[in-house]
Structure formats: C-alpha cells, structure tokens
C-alpha cells in the first residue's frame, strides 16, 4: 500500500493562475526546429486581442511577448505530463 503524500501548498503566483484560468490560451503550433508543440499561455486581457491576432498571422512569435507560459510539450497534444501539472498545480482539468 503506497502512502498519499500530500500536495505542497500553491504559492501565490500558482493560486492566481488557478484563479484566472479563463485567461489561459492554449495554443498548438511548430517551435522555431520545425517540430509541434503544445503551449498553455496566461494572457493578460489587454493583450488578449494582440494575442490573438498574432497567432493568426504567418510569422514567428515570441509567446512570452504575449503572457507567460505556464506549461508546454513537443506532440500535437497536451500529453500526460503537462496534464497532471496543469491538474496538480493549477487545478485544470484538460
């Protein structure tokens, strides 16, 4: 019988994430090596609108620009790494 260890408290920072995960952006697209990633990007509401246009765009984009990544893998898809820190950390369901 393996014993539960007990989730360390969020910090401030993760619990406003948490809190305002309706502003994350989630995003698949092909890094600067040419192979597809999976991005969860926290967009501030005023740059929301320029977010969006410049994923839209053809060009190269610095995400950072933009928000802050809070999660990321190569795939096509969130895989099961970044879905369990997104849950454990952040408490989002993806």
């Not at 501030?44 to 984009?61: D, M, N, T, V, Y």
């Amino acid at each position: 019988m393996h014993a539960i260890q007990p989730r360390p408290p969020l910090s401030h920072a993760d619990r406003e994430i948490a809190r305002r995960g309706h502003h994350v952006q989630k995003l698949k697209a092909k890094d600067l090596s040419g192979r597809w990633a999976y991005y969860f990007v926290l967009v501030e509401p005023s740059r929301e609108r320029a977010f969006l246009r410049a994923i839209g765009g053809k060009g190269i984009i610095n995400l950072e620009e933009f928000g802050r990544v809070i999660a990321s893998n190569f795939g096509e898809h969130p895989n099961e790494d970044t879905r369990n820190l997104l849950k454990e950390r952040f408490g989002f369901e993806v």
